[in-house]
């Protein structure tokens, strides 16, 4: 997939993080070369860094992608991921949580795909209601 690149630099700089690897792509930016996974690597990290974002350790990466981490059902995890509920029986059309309909912060993007969290705003917190003086 020649997009990769292009798209993961994009994703960068809007904030989002990325991964690549050689299930992704096996072709270099310049037409005919393979690129091996480290070599993916290296060249994302190095665009990362012309863009002023820092790249994450090993143990960043696991914490990001929630790698070790074990829900209680299904449900939950998909909850977690930021994706859809299951439908339930003969459920049809699009599938959403119940909501207070106020806008929340993402969970994160599902897979860390380059194009995964574009278009998601990760929001403020909410601020603390101020409390009386006694």
């Not at 059309?93 to 574009?118: M, N, Q, R, W």
């Amino acid at each position: 997939m020649r997009t990769l690149f292009p798209l993961a630099t994009a994703a960068i700089a809007f904030g989002q993080h990325v991964r690549v690897g050689i299930e992704d792509n096996i072709w270099a930016p310049k037409k005919g070369q393979r690129m091996g996974t480290v070599n993916q690597v290296e060249y994302m990290a190095s665009i990362a860094k012309k863009l002023g974002r820092e790249v994450a350790t090993g143990d960043d990466a696991r914490r990001i992608q929630k790698i070790g981490t074990w829900y209680k059902s299904v449900e939950e995890t998909l909850f977690n991921l930021g994706l859809p509920p299951n439908r339930k029986g003969g459920q049809q059309g699009f599938v959403v949580y119940e909501t207070d309909g106020k806008l929340h912060g993402h969970l994160g993007a599902s897979d860390s795909h380059p194009i995964a969290g574009c278009q998601v705003v990760d929001l403020p917190p909410e601020p603390e209601p101020k409390k009386a003086a006694a």
